[in-house]
């Protein structure tokens, strides 16, 4: 039988949520993201439920967008545009109920962290990071912008300076480089994961969990409200930048495993 895409286990009162698809080094599909929020939905309504930690299998967070489902109807460029709407609206969608959902979410992370899956780990309310983690805004090697409220999120975070770099650069981080940035709560061997992510979900688990949910709600409000408009603008700005010859040619590039040539077109 096939392992679900997603797993849930509920204990002590901590719901884990897994990724589950090695592969792709648990790339977002929408059978993915499907199954991510029918889990989250079922923590959310779960009373017992007071602490979420999502977490990646195979030891990967995430590789970010399916490549492979963005292609799947071909580079013709009204199907890519068409395809590539759905898949931004989609992700869009877990990194707003990430933030909805009023109890806390940790995000454990480990190996890959890309693209998308860096920017839902951001969306979470803390990040633990394993020392071999690797992070990147890789949207640029493919001449696209960031999703699931990439840069709205870092400049949140980091401002706006740190973020023109990330974003624009592209660059390859340590699990220590985005420690200096305050991008994560904490590093720690890959040998102490397991053991810190379940002391902070039990630590949490023990706190009183409608005065965790209020500061939330607060939090979204001081800090995340414009999120929303955020997602929208980048369902607008990628489609225009899936009709560019750049987007075309990093594309290609990728699929062939060469360094793209861009002429900003």
């Known amino acids: 039988m096939s392992q679900p895409l997603v797993e849930y286990h509920s204990e002590?009162?901590?719901?884990?949520?897994?990724?589950?698809?090695?592969?792709?080094?648990?790339?977002?599909?929408?059978p993915l993201k499907g199954a991510i929020i029918d889990a989250l939905d079922q923590a959310d309504q779960d009373t017992d439920v007071r602490v979420i930690v999502l977490q990646g299998s195979n030891?990967?967070?995430s590789s970010g967008g399916h490549i492979g489902e963005m292609l799947e109807n071909g580079m013709e460029s009204e199907a890519l545009v068409a395809?590539?709407?759905?898949m931004l609206r989609e992700v869009a969608e877990?990194?707003?109920?990430?933030?909805?959902?009023?109890k806390p979410i940790i995000a454990k992370l480990e190996g890959a962290v890309a693209g998308a899956g860096m920017n839902l780990a951001l969306t979470c309310d803390f990040r633990i990071a394993a020392d071999n983690a690797k992070f990147v805004q890789a949207f640029v090697n493919i001449g696209l912008i960031p999703d699931a409220g990439g840069i709205y999120l870092l400049n949140q975070l980091i401002g706006a300076a740190k973020t023109t770099e990330l974003?624009?650069?592209g660059d390859k981080l340590t699990s220590d480089d985005v420690a200096r940035l305050n991008l994560v709560n904490s590093v720690v061997s890959k040998d102490e994961l397991d053991a810190s992510v379940l002391a902070l979900a039990t630590r949490l688990?023990?706190?009183?969990?409608?005065?965790?949910?209020?500061m939330k709600h607060m939090i979204n409000v001081h800090a995340f409200a414009g999120l929303n408009e955020a997602l929208d603008m980048e369902v607008d700005q990628q489609t225009m930048m899936a009709k560019t010859a750049d987007f075309a040619e990093g594309i290609t590039a990728f699929m062939e495993k060469r360094k793209p040539v861009y002429q900003g077109k």
Do not use: E, Q
């Open 167 to 169: 974003v624009m650069l």
């Open 205 to 214: 688990s023990n706190l009183p969990g409608k005065a965790l949910a209020s």
């Open 94 to 102: 877990v990194s707003l109920k990430l933030r909805n959902i009023h």
């Open 83 to 86: 395809k590539l709407d759905f």
């Open 12 to 30: 002590n009162h901590i719901a884990t949520i897994t990724m589950n698809d090695p592969k792709t080094l648990n790339a977002f599909s929408t």
């Open 59 to 61: 030891n990967n967070f």
